[in-house]
């Protein structure tokens, strides 16, 4: 089935440009595959992160409230080959990267519950009970609770609740 999801998405992104697609071990290769869409670029935010880690640097733009969503995909780079990639997006559709930007983005985007889960995944399991921590206690005392107010619903209706 990863083999079918893999030739799919190889086709869907060399329709888009480029001359090929570098896969790797990708968890979310079947989710992209079926739900993936192409992602506007006429506005690109490039934020420096450590290199070699856009998931986690995704992760800590929407944790640091730099962007509203995370989204997870491909990105067609330089030399027209895709790549394995993780971004953040604002409200308003900027991507905003922690790489130089890619010429083209494909993807899923992930809000509330979903971007829980993906920084779960992608932060040691210290980092991700401080993460749960931090959105209660945030909540609690923040004076501008609708940026958090999602992702406390989501978190509710799921029955999650922090790790102490």
């Known amino acids: 089935m990863i083999t079918s999801a893999r030739v ?21 290769l079947q989710v992209i595959a079926g739900d993936g ?8 935010r490039v934020i420096r992160g450590k290199p070699n880690e856009c998931h986690r640097n995704a992760v800590l ?9 995370i ?10 080959v895709w790549r394995q990639h993780s971004w953040g997006m604002t409200n308003a559709g900027t991507i905003v990267d922690t790489h130089s930007g890619g010429r083209q983005y494909f993807g899923v985007p ?24 931090w959105v209660w206690d945030s909540y ?15 978190l509710l209706s799921a029955d999650v609740t922090p790790n102490k």
């Open 61 to 69: 733009l929407w944790l640091n409230g730099k962007c509203a969503a």
């Open 110 to 133: 992930m809000k509330s519950l979903d971007a829980v889960k993906f920084a779960e995944d992608r932060c040691a399991p210290k980092s991700a009970c401080r993460f749960r921590r």
């Open 140 to 154: 609690s005392v923040n004076a501008d609770r609708r940026r958090l107010q999602p992702l406390v619903e989501a």
């Open 8 to 28: 799919r998405l190889r086709r869907t992104l060399l329709r888009i440009g480029g001359v090929g697609a570098d896969f790797i071990d990708d968890p979310c």
């Open 71 to 80: 989204a997870t995909g491909y990105y067609l780079g330089p030399d027209d």
């Open 37 to 44: 869409v192409p992602f506007a670029t006429t506005e690109l």
